[in-house]
């Protein structure tokens, strides 16, 4: 056996094919051997039917024209040529001889009861002997009357029936297995196919995906289940690849001051080591808040906050991060003003909500200029199922460029505006994992001048996130 062929009729389609061609064909057989059955078994009925019904005629003829007129009417019927060629008489005398008819002797065994019976005889008319169905009875005067048909068309439509039952059942397995291998080819396809693209991506090549047919069948939606699990293991990959590389080139630089810092330290005098320490801890405490930023992100992004979360009132903790940030903010001459609903009740986790809004106002009163204004709002939006809490944060700071609004919230982007500023660009990144995390949505929009931020948190999603 060739190896395709092997690995054809290896498939699961190819053995449900002949699971279902053996059911078929064990069905056909049934339903087949059924008709053969029921119409045989009414044409015999029929046939013993049409000699009662004969017999009864001839016995009236007896009784009405006495054995003259009957033998007569055998006569015209067993005839060559003008008679019936199939039909089977036989009249006996009180004596047992044949007065008329197309059998000699009466058959041994032959009751005269009237019950169908088969029976071989000899018919003298064609010389030979034959398979017959017969009835017989007595008349009066000790004549016997035995009237029977040939059962050889019988047998024929039998032989013939049995014969279209056997080419049938030929067939209808025959074409199961065409149809078998037919669909097992097919589906073989579409599932090499699949495996073709599998090959290439496990060699590397992330950015192939499965072919579709357009057919919109189970292999269509299997395939784009698949392509969107690839295009979103391959984004995986890139988000990998860049925080690898913003790892190695937003650490190199305080790791090469920290060094450099050390170094010097060593051979610094007593008086101008200590200050050199210390700005070595300060470069090492930044390095360790990068990876600790690093850290929470991924615990949030598994999910591992959710078994902080409890019952808590949003209002009151926007309160105490504006409260804290108040005096920094004064004291840089920027305004803050908050317009809050007396209470908004959720589920979430009390320290990752506040770690989330104290980036968000931490990174409006680190970018905006003295005489800037940061207005916060916190309201509902929608009903019931729909509700939402909508946390507001607008300043009239420097803002975000429309094209970057969706990559700030990439890990370690920073914008040219920010590079002044300390950071690791992971601020943004920490809150849209935490607004995940709670159900919610992070936008930025313009607020003509400067920048709002919109965190939308879904009520009931927060509560499911529990379950």
Same mark, same amino acid.
């Given at each position: 056996?060739?190896? +395709?062929?092997?690995?054809?009729?290896?498939?699961?389609?190819?053995?449900?094919?002949?699971?279902?061609?053996?059911?078929?064909?064990?069905?056909?057989?049934?339903?087949?051997? #059924? *008709?053969?059955?029921?119409?045989?078994?009414?044409?015999?009925?029929?046939?013993?039917?049409?000699?009662?019904?004969?017999?009864?005629?001839?016995?009236? @003829?007896?009784?009405?024209?006495?054995?003259?007129?009957?033998?007569?009417?055998?006569?015209? /019927?067993?005839?060559?040529?003008?008679?019936?060629?199939?039909?089977?008489?036989?009249?006996?005398?009180?004596?047992?001889?044949? =007065?008329?008819?197309? !059998?000699?002797?009466?058959?041994?065994?032959?009751?005269?009861?009237?019950?169908?019976?088969?029976?071989?005889?000899?018919?003298?008319?064609?010389?030979?002997?034959?398979?017959?169905?017969?009835?017989?009875?007595?008349?009066?005067?000790?004549?016997?009357?035995?009237?029977?048909?040939?059962?050889?068309?019988?047998?024929?439509?039998?032989?013939?029936?049995?014969?279209?039952?056997? &080419?049938?059942?030929?067939?209808?397995? =025959?074409?199961?297995?065409?149809?078998?291998?037919?669909? +097992? /080819? /097919?589906?073989?396809?579409?599932?090499?196919?699949?495996?073709?693209?599998?090959?290439? *991506?496990?060699?590397?090549?992330?950015?192939?995906?499965?072919?579709?047919?357009?057919?919109? %069948?189970?292999?269509?939606?299997?395939?784009?289940?698949?392509?969107?699990?690839?295009?979103?293991?391959?984004?995986?990959?890139?988000?990998?690849?860049? =925080?690898?590389?913003?790892?190695?080139?937003?650490?190199?630089?305080?790791?090469?001051?920290?060094?450099?810092?050390? %170094?010097?330290?060593?051979?610094?005098?007593?008086?101008?080591?200590?200050?050199?320490?210390?700005?070595?801890?300060?470069?090492?405490?930044? =390095?360790?808040?990068?990876?600790?930023?690093?850290?929470?992100?991924? /615990?949030?992004?598994?999910? *591992?906050?959710? +078994?902080?979360?409890?019952?808590?009132?949003?209002?009151?903790?926007?309160?105490?991060?504006?409260?804290?940030? @108040?005096?920094?903010?004064?004291?840089?001459?920027?305004?803050?003003?908050?317009?809050?609903?007396?209470?908004?009740?959720?589920?979430?986790?009390?320290?990752?909500?506040?770690?989330?809004?104290?980036?968000?106002?931490?990174?409006?009163?680190?970018?905006?200029?003295?005489?800037?204004?940061?207005?916060?709002?916190?309201?509902?939006?929608?009903?019931?199922?729909?509700?939402? &809490?909508?946390?507001? !944060?607008?300043?009239?700071?420097?803002?975000?460029?429309?094209?970057?609004?969706?990559?700030? #919230?990439?890990?370690?982007?920073?914008?040219?505006?920010?590079?002044?500023?300390?950071?690791?660009?992971?601020?943004? +990144?920490?809150?849209?994992?935490?607004?995940?995390?709670?159900?919610?949505?992070?936008?930025?929009?313009?607020?003509?001048?400067?920048?709002?931020?919109? &965190?939308?948190?879904?009520?009931?999603?927060?509560?499911?996130?529990?379950?």
């Amino acid at each position: 056996m060739s190896p +395709s062929l092997r690995r054809l009729t290896n498939t699961a389609t190819f053995r449900l094919a002949l699971g279902y061609m053996a059911l078929f064909g064990a069905s056909a057989v049934l339903l087949l051997s #059924f *008709i053969w059955w029921t119409t045989a078994g009414v044409i015999e009925r029929q046939v013993g039917e049409t000699v009662e019904a004969e017999l009864r005629g001839l016995a009236d @003829q007896y009784r009405t024209e006495g054995p003259r007129g009957l033998i007569q009417a055998i006569d015209r /019927r067993s005839s060559r040529g003008a008679g019936d060629p199939d039909g089977i008489y036989l009249l006996t005398d009180p004596l047992g001889r044949r =007065v008329a008819g197309n !059998i000699d002797t009466w058959p041994a065994g032959v009751q005269t009861d009237g019950q169908w019976t088969r029976l071989e005889v000899f018919r003298a008319d064609v010389e030979r002997r034959r398979l017959i169905g017969a009835r017989a009875f007595a008349l009066g005067g000790g004549y016997r009357l035995l009237v029977g048909r040939d059962m050889v068309a019988l047998g024929s439509f039998q032989a013939v029936l049995l014969e279209a039952l056997i &080419w049938g059942v030929g067939v209808t397995l =025959v074409l199961g297995l065409i149809s078998g291998i037919f669909m +097992s /080819r /097919r589906l073989l396809a579409r599932v090499e196919a699949i495996g073709s693209t599998s090959r290439e *991506i496990m060699e590397g090549d992330l950015s192939k995906r499965i072919a579709l047919d357009g057919s919109d %069948d189970e292999f269509d939606r299997l395939a784009q289940n698949l392509n969107r699990m690839l295009e979103r293991i391959e984004a995986l990959m890139g988000e990998m690849r860049l =925080v690898t590389d913003s790892l190695a080139h937003d650490l190199r630089s305080p790791l090469t001051r920290l060094r450099g810092g050390l %170094d010097m330290a060593l051979r610094a005098p007593s008086a101008e080591r200590d200050r050199a320490i210390a700005q070595a801890i300060a470069q090492a405490d930044a =390095v360790l808040a990068t990876f600790t930023a690093l850290i929470e992100i991924s /615990r949030i992004e598994a999910g *591992i906050g959710r +078994s902080e979360m409890v019952p808590l009132d949003l209002a009151d903790s926007l309160r105490d991060i504006v409260e804290l940030y @108040q005096p920094v903010a004064e004291e840089k001459g920027l305004s803050v003003t908050l317009d809050a609903v007396s209470a908004a009740p959720m589920h979430g986790s009390p320290q990752l909500l506040a770690l989330a809004l104290s980036n968000l106002l931490d990174n409006a009163v680190k970018y905006c200029r003295a005489g800037d204004i940061i207005a916060l709002s916190l309201g509902a939006e929608g009903e019931g199922a729909e509700s939402h &809490w909508v946390l507001t !944060i607008a300043d009239t700071g420097p803002g975000i460029p429309v094209a970057d609004r969706d990559r700030v #919230f990439e890990r370690f982007v920073r914008l040219d505006e920010s590079r002044h500023a300390p950071g690791s660009g992971l601020g943004l +990144s920490l809150v849209a994992a935490i607004a995940k995390l709670h159900g919610g949505t992070v936008t930025l929009e313009d607020n003509a001048p400067g920048l709002r931020l919109v &965190w939308r948190l879904s009520v009931h999603s927060s509560n499911a996130a529990l379950q």
